[in-house]
Antibody, heavy 124, light 105 residues
Framework: EVLLVESGGGLVQPGGSLRLSCAAS????????MHWVRQPPGEGLEWIAS????????FYTDSVKGRFTVSRDNSKNTLYLQMNSLRADDTAVYFCAKYSHSCLPLCFYYLDVWGRGTPVTVSS | IQLTQSPTFLSASVGDTVSFTCRASRDILNYLAWYQQKPGKAPNLLIF???TLQGGVPSRFSGSGSETEFTLTISSLQPEDFATYYCLQLYSFPFTFGPGTKVDF
């Protein structure tokens, strides 16, 4: 079974740091780019970051650029999100997702497998 | 690239056929996916490449459109289809989601 399990969420004070992990199983982790998506309470989905299969390049949405770093350890089948200088508006459930593609023959990409998410609350 | 979805909320009944729209601020070809999300759950991929049904998704779901305007249609709405639906553009980074359409009674 293809599975993604996030961990590392919790309560942190404004300005603090947190590192999220996403453990992958059931597929060849090193062959797929991975993404992070978050969802503030009662709000919609926000794409925030991605990392290629080999760890570079990485991409970020503007609101987290310079504060968050996405990385991966293919030897451990694990994706990470290092979050620094956290703010109240970073409060959300954070999901990791697998980036797959199908060629029809043009290749189209999508996020097909998601974890259940880990909640992050930034509050004093 | 900004995505807008309409309507924000859609009231429907079991058996109805419903459609809602996702509009992109610029041409994204057909690099668009649709997701269904239920409260407390992760999003579930329904359609990619604007109109290709993901494996295991019921055929009552269909997608259409290209460039800047896209539509998701659900034929014969079932009780389990009451949820929020999001579009996602995968044409260029940063990827962006639409704000969602909630389908409710």
């Amino acid at each position: 079974e293809v599975l993604l399990v996030e961990s590392g969420g919790g309560l942190v004070q404004p300005g603090g740091s947190l590192r999220l992990s996403c453990a992958a199983s059931g597929f060849t982790f090193k062959s797929f780019a991975m993404h992070w998506v978050r969802q503030p309470p009662g709000e919609g989905l926000e794409w925030i970051a991605s990392v290629s299969d080999v760890g570079s390049p990485t991409f970020y949405t503007d609101s987290v650029k310079g504060r968050f770093t996405v990385s991966r350890d293919n030897s451990k089948n694990t994706l990470y999100l290092q979050m620094n200088s956290l703010r109240a508006d970073d409060t959300a459930v954070y999901f990791c997702a697998k980036y797959s593609h199908s060629c029809l023959p043009l290749c189209f990409y999508y996020l097909d497998v998601w974890g259940r998410g880990t909640p992050v609350t930034v509050s004093s | 690239i900004q995505l807008t979805q309409s309507p924000t909320f859609l009231s429907a009944s079991v058996g109805d056929t419903v459609s809602f729209t996702c509009r992109a601020s610029r041409d994204i070809l057909n690099y668009l996916a649709w997701y269904q999300q239920k409260p407390g759950k992760a999003p579930n991929l329904l359609i990619f490449a604007a109109s290709t049904l993901q494996g295991g998704v019921p055929s009552r779901f269909s997608g259409s459109g290209s460039e800047t305007e896209f539509t998701l249609t659900i034929s014969s709405l079932q009780p389990e289809d009451f949820a929020t639906y999001y579009c996602l553009q995968l044409y260029s980074f940063p990827f962006t989601f639409g704000p969602g359409t909630k389908v409710d009674f």
